[in-house]
T-cell receptor
Framework: AQRVTQPEKLLSVFKGAPVELKCNYS??????LFWYVQYSRQRLQLLLR??SRESIKGFTADLNKGETSFHLKKPFAQEEDSAMYYC????????????FGSGTQLTVLP | KAGVTQTPRYLIKTRGQQVTLSCSPI?????VSWYQQTPGQGLQFLFE???????NKGNFPGRFSGRQFSNSRSEMNVSTLELGDSALYLC????????????FGQGTRLTVV
């Protein structure tokens, strides 16, 4: 069975500080990993996907198959980054069936 | 382009009743997925439809069912409601079978009393 673990429910950092949101997964095959974000009063939306190897809003995430991790990082946090972040896994490669982690609420303090 | 639309936004039902929730995907999207979100279990996959056919189903009892119409709109139905069915139900649409992005609706908040 596949599983996604986000060990931190709450994370607070100061503006300008680096931030890392942890995500670990368990899956025997080759998964596709995603980060979704939900800003206050907005819909859940895709932030970035492993397959694209992109940087969005200054965030990056590297898939480490040895450690089965997909941590989300940003070198300098901004107040507008405050949101709920979900790590998600797909066994099929598409986003049509996702296994989500429990989420991390990030607060960036002024 | 209009986003994913879910109706109604809020719903209160009594134990034992049934409920139907609706989801209209983004125009041109043919795949719809449903998720249940609760504080205890988080976001859990319910089922997914493509071209009116259920392609995948999560680990939920048979009281949870769904369907998709020829215009790609989807409905999910929960029969014999239980208090534990109180949740936010999210719908997501996808533009193609191998899409790596899910576009989510605002959700329907169901409260069972």
């Amino acid at each position: 069975a596949q599983r996604v673990t986000q060990p931190e429910k709450l994370l607070s950092v100061f503006k300008g500080a680096p931030v890392e949101l942890k995500c670990n997964y368990s899956y025997s095959g080759s998964p596709e990993l995603f980060w979704y974000v939900q800003y206050s009063r907005q819909r859940l939306q895709l932030l970035l996907r492993h397959i694209s190897r992109e940087s969005i809003k200054g965030f990056t995430a590297d898939l480490n198959k040895g450690e089965t991790s997909f941590h989300l990082k940003k070198p300098f946090a901004q107040e507008e980054d405050s949101a709920m972040y979900y790590c998600a896994l797909s066994s099929s490669g598409s986003a049509r069936q996702l296994t989500f982690g429990s989420g991390t609420q990030l607060t960036v303090l002024p | 382009k209009a986003g994913v639309t879910q109706t109604p936004r809020y719903l209160i039902k009594t134990r034992g009743q049934q409920v139907t929730l609706s989801c209209s995907p983004i125009s041109g999207h043919r795949s719809v997925s449903w998720y249940q979100q609760t504080p205890g279990q988080g976001l859990q996959f319910l089922f997914e439809y493509f071209s009116e056919t259920q392609r995948n189903k999560g680990n939920f009892p048979g009281r949870f069912s769904g369907r998709q119409f020829s215009n790609s709109r989807s409905e999910m139905n929960v029969s014999t409601l239980e208090l534990g069915d109180s949740a936010l139900y999210l719908c997501a649409s996808h533009d193609r079978v191998d899409s790596t992005e899910a576009f989510f609706g605002q959700g329907t908040r169901l409260t069972v009393v």
